[in-house]
């Protein structure tokens, strides 16, 4: 069974840092890409970054967001500093992947940016 789990959000003040965790299981982390969106109120979900062979950053994340993963602790991680309140959103977790290319969503995790 298959499980994808974020953990990590809350509340900050702008200028602050979070670290957000997506722990999964089920399938062979490994192999799979692994990426994170963001979906703000009233708008579409849009890609943050993914890992696999390349390392990829939305533009209005570079220089403050950084990916990464453990694939022992089959774990990804995405470090955001520099936190604006527009980073304010439900941020997920999606693993691609196999030979079926499934995609396993999180439930994803709140990040609020609010002084």
């Known amino acids: 069974q298959v499980h994808v789990v974020e953990s990590g959000g809350g509340l900050v003040q702008p200028g602050g840092s979070l670290r957000l965790s997506c722990a999964a299981s089920?399938?062979?982390?490994?192999?799979?890409?692994m990426r994170w969106y963001r979906q703000a109120p009233g708008k579409d979900k849009e890609l943050v970054a993914g890992i696999g062979a390349n390392i990829v950053y939305a533009d209005s994340v570079k220089g403050r967001f950084t990916i990464s993963r453990d694939n022992a602790k089959n774990t990804v991680y995405l470090q955001m500093n520099s936190l604006k309140p527009e980073d304010t959103a439900v941020y997920y977790c999606?693993?691609?992947?196999?030979?079926?290319?499934?995609?396993?969503w999180g439930q994803g995790t709140q990040v609020t940016v609010s002084s």
């Open positions: 999606k693993a691609h992947g196999g030979t079926r290319r499934s995609d396993y």
């Open positions: 089920g399938f062979t982390f490994e192999t799979y890409i």
